[in-house]
């Protein structure tokens, strides 16, 4: 799960605060067995956590630590030592909790005028989020309604990025801009309503407040809407981490995730019911909650540890335990209202509540006895035949290693474009279905092109499989296809300047096999703005030309211009 230093810092600065309002839980409850013993521990635990946050150099992260941190204590210090203070925020938490997002707005907006007046945001670490964020602003206006699909921003990308961003991400580093691009309007106006429905839950526990600031006496509730996590969780997760990542991964980054988060749900549920899990102090461990749920937030306006499951996770079950946490806090004043068997004090658990518990969780153990033969088994196949034709002894052996990968999975593209790059790389030599090597690379890669449209890597291999078709057959209508194909690689990359020289080199092709002039005036114009993309590459930037490289590709370009064809079509 941690994968990246960012990701690593992200979860340790979520688990540190929430270890942390644990720890003083615990040491400021009433003393009772080993109660202080836990409650050092897990301060020390915490302690050690935040050593590795700091080992983690992440700045995001340990910027959202220090502000959530410091926030939980001044909001700490005023209600435990006000009670004035802390009657007024009870009685207007509705203004509270408006303010809080007002401030949110405005900054979020403070920051898009400054992008947009200065041309970006200071510091190449930030210009390189404001180029994450314009692309995925283009990318939503040209997908408005349910944007590109979860997993699908860094194919989609490319085609907005300009060549001054160095880098080709897999999100746009910031928690708003990721469903925006991804799911569209829908999924950012669920994602916005998820983060204040979480904290409007957090302000408004089931048991209401009375105008003293003291909770009536009313029966919590089970929360029944939290019930329902549990299926849209292990579907969306596990079908989206599925779809998303390379087939031999999707176990650790797809089944078990889902199953964690879906386990963490329906665990947070059942404590929901259970009122005297925190009857001593349960405000405290609230506030390192919410205090890790914030820096997740903070932290994740720059990062992009909230797409990796180990710190979804986390956030999700911080959000249950600190809706839980408030359900408890919520019954704790109710007094002599205990059926039979129940503690004083505590409302009985709701029967009906318990029967959501066992419905859902038979729901979505059918989901997933469903969902693994549609899934998960071509998936699990076609790795399993990936890995036979890596390995292989023999091409033979590899041929039908890879023709089964691509035969098991019939959404996937990864095998197709393997087995497209396999068989170039033998384009003259007999395949043991007596096609060439050229022939089995083109259909190959028309496989991958129509399994994933919009990547531009399955249109240049497809390109370079017609040219090297051209190559053995020397029709010049594999020629045209393989420019064809350059084209629309170009089309989804557009300020790629390998990719333009590349397309320079097809229409050259095309050129020569036509004796076609204006055909060639084109590839050299695209050769020369591709030399052009290059100049604008910030100097020292690793993918810019070296001057060895950029020497030969003048070269190139000096000799189709003085290769002398005549026109045989129009």
């Not at 650790?252 to 009122?275: K, Q």
């Not at 091409?395 to 790059?421: C, I, N, T």
């Amino acid at each position: 799960f941690f994968s990246h230093s960012n990701i690593a810092g992200g979860y340790l600065m979520a688990t540190g605060l929430a270890v942390a309002g644990l720890g003083v839980a615990r040491l400021r409850a009433r003393p009772r067995p080993f109660r202080v013993l836990f409650g050092v521990v897990t301060v020390v635990a915490a302690g050690v956590i935040v050593a590795g946050l700091v080992l983690s150099h992440g700045r995001g992260a340990g910027s959202a630590f220090v502000i959530g941190g410091v926030g939980w204590l001044l909001i700490s210090l005023v209600w435990y030592r006000s009670a004035r203070l802390r009657d007024r925020m009870v009685r207007r938490r509705v203004l509270w909790l408006g303010i809080g997002w007002m401030l949110v707005a405005v900054l979020a907006g403070g920051v898009v005028v400054y992008g947009v007046s200065r041309g970006g945001l200071p510091g190449p670490s930030l210009m390189f989020r404001w180029y994450y964020w314009t692309g995925a602003i283009r990318m939503m206006a040209h997908h408005p309604w349910f944007g590109v699909g979860a997993g699908n921003f860094d194919r989609h990308y490319v085609q907005y990025k300009p060549v001054e961003a160095p880098e080709e991400v897999k999100d746009p580093h910031n928690l708003l801009m990721t469903p925006a691009a991804e799911w569209g309007i829908v999924g950012l106006t669920a994602t916005i309503v998820f983060m204040v429905s979480v904290s409007a839950a957090m302000c408004f526990p089931p048991g209401s407040v009375c105008g003293s600031g003291a909770l009536c006496d009313e029966r919590p509730r089970n929360g029944a809407l939290v019930f329902l996590w549990l299926i849209p969780l292990f579907v969306t997760v596990l079908a989206a981490r599925t779809l998303a990542v390379p087939s031999e991964i999707w176990l650790p980054w797809a089944f078990t995730p889902a199953l964690i988060w879906a386990m963490a749900a329906l665990a947070l549920c059942v404590d929901s019911d259970h009122v005297v899990r925190f009857e001593d102090d349960p405000l405290q461990l609230t506030g390192g909650l919410v205090a890790a749920m914030v820096g997740v937030l903070i932290d994740n306006t720059i990062s992009f540890s909230m797409v990796y499951p180990g710190s979804a996770c986390t956030f999700f079950a911080l959000a249950g335990l600190a809706m839980a946490v408030r359900r408890i806090e919520s019954s704790s004043p109710v007094r002599g209202r205990g059926g039979a068997g129940s503690p004083a004090g505590i409302a009985p658990t709701s029967a009906k509540g318990s029967r959501a518990v066992v419905v859902t969780a038979a729901v979505s153990v059918i989901v997933a006895v469903l969902y693994w033969p549609v899934v998960v088994v071509p998936v699990r196949r076609a790795t399993c035949w990936l890995t036979f034709a890596r390995n292989a002894d023999t091409g033979a052996e590899a041929f039908d290693g890879y023709h089964r990968a691509v035969q098991a999975d019939p959404l996937d593209p990864v095998a197709a474009s393997e087995l497209a790059g396999w068989a170039l790389q033998r384009e003259r030599q007999t395949m043991p279905d007596g096609r060439t090597g050229a022939d089995v690379a083109v259909e190959s890669a028309l496989t991958a092109v129509r399994r994933d449209p919009d990547d531009n890597r399955s249109y240049r291999t497809l390109s370079n499989a017609y040219a090297a078709r051209h190559g053995v057959r020397e029709d010049p209508n594999d020629a045209d296809r393989a420019a064809e194909a350059s084209a629309k690689a170009v089309a989804r990359y557009p300020e790629l300047p390998t990719l333009r020289f590349e397309y320079g080199e097809m229409l050259a092709l095309q050129a020569t096999a036509r004796r076609d002039p204006e055909r060639l005036r084109q590839a050299l114009d695209q050769m020369q703005c591709a030399l052009r993309l290059d100049d604008r590459r910030p100097p020292g930037e690793i993918r810019r030309f070296k001057p060895e490289h950029r020497a030969r590709l003048e070269a190139r370009i000096r000799a189709l211009d003085a290769l002398p064809l005549t026109t045989t079509r129009p």
